[in-house]
């Protein structure tokens, strides 16, 4: 049984309140009335509520000055502003400050209901598609990424302990292997997941440029700063600053770095006061910064500033029973950025795309999935297609069946793609519970569209 949504009305006048409770008598609607607002916060203080009715004008506290204590102690209850024609300037300026709706007195109290029901049915589906979408994020792409190989199951291990603590970690891997997306999976799980995720590419960039965007600058620090600038260290808060490629800064730049590590501090450049910074460091390079130590191109002490924790992402080379799902993802992917119908992988085809070597990685798969839904027609997808160029294999044969890093996990003929897509609708249909308009909303398509599609696949069935 559902518990009634509590709805706090606030209003000097004490026939607007008795008119109100009088005509909620019997509806789905628990409400509480108040003359005085400071009352009325009060109660929301202890109790909370799922919406709240207040009038503008009223003796004490107007109704703007109780729309800003309700958005200072929650974002999300809506706020309905009941005002006076002679008002209508105040309740534009209370939507900008985060009323929900306002409505004209006199008003008919059967359309201020109408008005309730919009309101909170919005709200409602608000959270339930947060919900959903926390859900799907669990469940589907937990950690942003695609693959449940036994190396990636490792990583994923990796990520869930450093979600818990507010730790400095580096990232290796050759390019192409997804270092930036283990970075923002380590972000979003950890506890600073609202605040900013700041990326910082360090091998394209000089030296004092990258200063100014770590650090910031005040006005006339050097020409062209017109105005002071705050610093993406500064920026970041308490989220995580990713550093790409770290093991192209210079000494100078991991010198100015160190100190940042060490003292907790930055100086903007051009000014002699400190500012403190409270973010997370996650760096990544291709690199090996154990060798670049070694030879005397890293510093060693910034080195273990950096590396609480190395999290490793392996090659494609090294999880190439994950290929099938990444082609897949990717099929769905341009299929809906090009508005083209899925395309199949012939047997043949996906065999041989799972044996190749892949030095780009997941960027080089990517873009041959790309390619592929650029230049060709028809729904299916062989090596004879003459509309494909072919893949570069760099003087190294395909890769033999025994070469597979995943020792255990037996490489099978993937599904076809019309399958791995009916998986996905069915899954997203089991996540909302049946809900056909819910579930075509999550997909991007149409309820009409999705009904054809479920139909398609019953028809096969029979």
Known sequence: MNTPATILFIDDDPKAGKLWLRFLVGSPYQCQVYRDPRRALARFDSDGAELVITDLRMPGMSGIE????????????????????????????????????????????????????KTLEH??????????????????????????????????????????????????????????????????????????????????????????????????????????????????????????????????????LLRVLQEGKITPVGSTSNVPIHARFITATHRNLQT??????????????????TLTMPSLHERRNDIPALIGHFAMEFAHKYQRPLRNFSATM????????????????????????????????????????????????????????????HYDLPPTLDKLEIKHIQRILESVGGNQTQAAKILGINRSTLWRKLRQVRDKAD
């Not at 770590?214 to 062209?224: I, N, S, W």
């Open 66 to 117: 109780l729309l800003k204590e309700i958005r200072q102690r929650n974002i999300e209850t809506p706020v309905i502003i009941t005002t006076a024609y002679a008002n209508m300037d105040s309740a534009i300026e209370a939507l900008r400050l985060g009323a929900t709706d306002f409505i004209k007195k006199p008003y008919d109290l059967e359309e201020l209901l109408v008005l309730v029901d």
């Open 123 to 256: 709200t409602q589906l608000k959270r339930e598609n947060r919900m959903l979408r926390r859900q799907l994020k669990d469940e589907r792409l937990r950690y942003g990424m695609v693959g449940t190989s036994r190396v990636m199951q490792q990583v994923y291990r990796t990520i869930d302990k450093l979600a818990e603590v507010q730790c400095n970690v580096i990232i290796q891997g050759d390019s192409g292997t997804g270092k930036e997306l283990a970075a923002r999976a380590v972000h979003n799980r950890g506890p600073h997941s609202d605040d900013p995720f700041v990326v910082i590419d360090c091998g394209g960039i000089t030296d004092t440029l990258l200063e100014s965007e770590l650090f910031g600058h005040r006005r006339g620090a050097f020409t062209g700063a017109d105005r002071d600038r705050k610093g993406l260290l500064e920026s970041a808060g308490t989220g995580t600053v990713f550093l790409d490629e770290i093991g192209n800064i210079s000494d100078a730049m991991q010198m100015k």
């Open 292 to 309: 670049l130590v070694a030879d005397g191109r890293f510093r060693h002490d910034l080195y273990h500033r950096l590396n609480v924790v």
């Open 350 to 409: 996906m065999r041989h795309l799972c044996e190749r070597p892949w030095d780009g990685n997941i960027r080089e798969l990517r873009n041959y999935v790309e390619r592929c839904f650029i230049m060709t027609e028809g729904d299916c997808l062989d090596l004879e297609n003459e509309c494909l160029e072919p893949l570069a294999t760099n003087g190294k044969p395909p890769l033999a069946a025994n070469e597979s890093s995943d020792q255990d996990a």
